[in-house]
């Protein structure tokens, strides 16, 4: 037995016999199914499904897997993926002056509890430099110039493709993407924001927070999309506050729940279960 | 020994000796603290304490307590309340088509987990009629006729002052009150909101709450005031949820959080821990 | 289109290509999967499976598409039932003295948020007896008598049968069961234990945790075994705690989350989204 | 005016006109209260006490201020301790193997969200010299040798006193201390457990989860007496899981957990806000 695990995302429009097709496609080939999520959206009638395979046979090439299984696809007009279990997505990560996400993503990146590959830390600060270069990875500076943003952006693109990277995490990278790379890396963006989205779009959301007298706060992970904070959100969490607390005691709990927020939903993408279902996402994390 | 307990609750500009002065007069009374809190406000500047004493005298009617506090009261430029521990506040609950949180309320009231005397229930619908006569309160039908909404909102008011009430609770009561109202009763009207404002204020908070597609819905409790859910909130929670929960299932889960958001809040409110501070609110539950 | 939808619970042994032979014998009866999920536990090699289908072609019987699927089942070895989607159990409850967790059952279902038939309240005590008649439920007073205890649960069990229920629960019934019964009814009678399990089993949890000094207190449902305290978890939550809250305040406080989880574990049992796998359980709950 | 802030905390046998004498005091200091908690614990009449105080007039000197205090601790026979609010407790850190406990404190030490001074980390094993030597820190390797586990002990407590600690905080060092070490830094050891107690004591918390098939792991910092998990409860925390999750995925979401929980329950004690009472605790965290 080879151990080699696969893992299958897709989605179609429903359609009688997509479980039955693909499952005897796979079952043909020898993989064993453990683990599977299947949702059908009323709304669209678009179906969603993820499954980990076990090959019980002899390992096989990934493209053999892909090319194999194209014709059951294309019979479905499926939109997929079939992903080497055990590969890791490369993943850049941008961030400003604040580096506690960073810090949290770059430490069980380290204690492998995240399952991807860093391939690099950009920002448009300095100040993150020391720490990125303690955990051996690349670092990239990119300062905004008044007026060169563009070219900024274009840099950071360009680092991204050198790096070969799948995943750009703004890990409180405090400045707003062109819509044009927005579209550029669909789905391929993940952004932490501060608060509970939908409340306290835009700035300061944890002084928003304090003059509003919230008795919760939270933060939200979401592909990044060109309008503002409106990405499919991928996770949210909250922290119980009280009014005794400052904005800058707001700001010291959210810290933790930012971190853990961004990094649960890195993780779940970087396991491929996550899929994006319009201004939605469909999370099979269970 | 009385076992007299007694709750005071005051706010006052800052300035030394507040806590001296106050604390000093009940020792000098015989009266014991056995659980107090302050707060000051730094942007403000005001003061906010709320103290619950024991007397170890012989027992004193709560209007020589009141008579005595006075001039101390006067000299600090307070507003103050001071209150009868035994003594529930008198509680009006206004519902409309769905009784969650109603039924909630009422089985705490009835299981003393809830410290109110509620006097009755007002309602726009009979269909809540009946699980009020089983509690053995009075059932007020007070339907709202078109253009006439002011006349039912004055036999409302007519209500609420013929019970001699000292809160009024909308329990999921699905009609906007005048400002008129809201000033009236101002700090005497709890609403419960079924989202975690300040996300989805309005009509239809888990309808909405699907189509953005957030991964917790929550539900708010917090003072009505003329601004439609903007007034001081009092407490919040959240649920987690999933792209699988339709909107009738987020409805479905929500209605346990907002029953029990609204029973914190009244609860609190009735224990005389929760004081407003402009469009917040103080609230000592700890 | 019969909107005819059925759902399917299996668990068997690891193989190639069961969901294949599942899925397709449903395909070729022109069922469509809506929603689904498949788990395989890596100690043991069993399988397990929940699937919501659709029948796109005329209605059929709940006994033909059994007798259709039985030989699919026999070939693979399997643990199964399919149940109609709009049929819905029937539950007997037992309570006590405490009517929070019965209420809160009972309202559900009332607002038709809890998917199943209550077919009547048995209790030891008459305290529950008026509210169980307001809902329109046959009420049982079975009373426990000294040395009599065998011949109480054996008209129990009697209720149970003439009813026809399908679950027996358990909303803070404070008798322990025979392991006769438990035996009996195996996976069918669901219990609230009012702590967080593993912690504080056994009698006054509360004043346990008051004891102990936790933080936060907490629920857990379970099905019943022989085992006090120790059956299958379905779910369980917790809510903040402090020093300042007596016993008495834990036991209010605890209430809320008490009635929250029972009803979210009957909720998904009735929806056939648990398991049973040995001591603990798959839940299939998004 | 001076900015100068202090921090008292009490506690004392119950007894009226201790708030009024000690505020009296304070008052005549030119001191202000801007934040204050006063609890009675009803079981043994003992009150505990909290205040932030801030200075109207000309600094004084800590030594002055206690002074002072004294004569009026004395006649209530006070437990009683005061602080400079800006003085920051000197913290020693021991670790063994797993460092995400470690790496969160010292990034919310070097964020300033966490208000101590970290004077060293001691450790059974060299892993985490590397990072302890980023952040510029004292790292005392401390093997514990079969058989001279007294003798490494001994070293540790003498690093502690060279620092001229104030606490100890064990972030996941995996070594009993001896009764006579507990003894001698009663109250200001810090341990942080890896389940939600009293659950799973001991080892391997996260596969005794696993095997009772909980839906929520939790974590819990204590202050660490001779009883293994049995001292008094600073903070606990939990996070919901499901049947699919392996140990090593409980191990993974469970790290976060740990990681805040700790660093709450070290900011609350740096902040003077837990105070102990027999096997429990006093957290005045709001």
Redesign the interface.
């Known amino acids: 037995m080879s151990n080699q695990q696969i893992i299958l995302k897709l989605s179609c429009h ?8 693909v ?2 496609h ?2 043909e080939q ?13 709304d669209t009638s678009l ?1 969603f499904m993820r499954t980990v395979l076990e090959n ?1 046979g002899d390992e096989v090439s990934m493209d053999d897997i892909r090319e194999q299984f194209t014709p059951v696809a294309d019979t479905l007009g499926m939109r997929w993926q079939i992903h080497d279990r055990q590969a890791k997505p490369k993943v850049l990560i941008a961030v400003s002056n604040w ?2 996400c960073l ?2 993503m770059l ?2 990146w380290r ?1 492998q ?1 995240l399952p991807v590959d860093v391939v690099g830390v950009v920002s448009n600060h300095r100040i993150m430099e ?2 990125t270069d ?1 955990y051996g990875l690349p670092f990239h500076y990119l300062p905004v110039e008044s007026g060169h943003k563009g070219d900024q952006e274009a840099r950071l693109l360009q680092v991204y493709r050198d790096a070969d990277a799948d995943l750009l995490v703004l890990a409180r990278y405090m400045q707003i993407l062109s819509p044009a790379l927005c579209d550029t890396l669909a789905g391929r963006i993940i952004n932490i924001h501060h608060s ?5 779009v835009g700035a300061r959301p944890y002084h928003q927070a304090y ?6 706060i ?1 933060a939200t992970a979401h592909y990044v999309t060109a309008d503002l904070d409106q990405g ?7 922290e ?1 506050v ?3 607390n ?1 904005p800058q005691e707001l ?2 709990i959210g ?2 729940i930012e ?2 927020v961004l ?1 649960r939903a890195v993780k779940w993408h970087a396991e491929h279960r996550v899929l994006i ?1 319009g ?8």
Chains 1, 2, 3, 4 share one sequence.
Do not use: Y
């Open positions: 429903d359609q009688i016999g997509v479980v039955a097709k499952s005897n796979f079952a020898q993989f064993n199914i453990i683990e599977s999520s299947q949702f059908e959206d009323p179906f019980a580096g506690h810090n949290a430490n069980a204690n509890s020391s720490m303690w509970f989205l939908p409340g306290f003059h509003r007298g919230v008795k919760q939270g499919p959100i991928i996770e949210q969490a909250v119980r009280s009014h005794a400052s700001t010291d810290r933790d971190a853990m990094n279902n201004v939605r996402t469909v999370v099979f994390n269970r």
